[in-house]
């Protein structure tokens, strides 16, 4: 179900009446496939954005959100976390 609030893609910018229904998430159709591609291809390859925040997940289970938040300013973690999927 659509979340009939949004009126524009939060990856591509795009408007609903371009796009079709924005989810929940605030993705059009599209972009939420790539995104779902986006993931799978970095866990399996271990790299980009999905493999960092892997890594934090882990990190945060194991050693606690101080710790990892120690860690992330040490630069044990690459930024950037919240770059957007890039391809279409
Ligand atoms: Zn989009």
Known sequence: ????????????????????????????????????????????????????RWKIGVAENALGPEVTAALFKAGVFAPPLDAPVKGR
């Not at 659509?2 to 924005?22: E, L, M, T, W, Y």
């Not at 790539?34 to 999905?50: C, Q």
């Open 1 to 52: 179900m659509p979340d009939f609030r949004r009126a524009s893609c939060r990856n591509c910018g795009q408007h609903k009446s371009k796009v079709g229904p924005i989810s929940w998430g605030g993705y059009c159709g599209d972009c939420a496939r790539d995104l779902l591609v986006a993931n799978i291809d970095g866990l399996h390859t271990k790299s980009g954005v999905p493999w960092q």
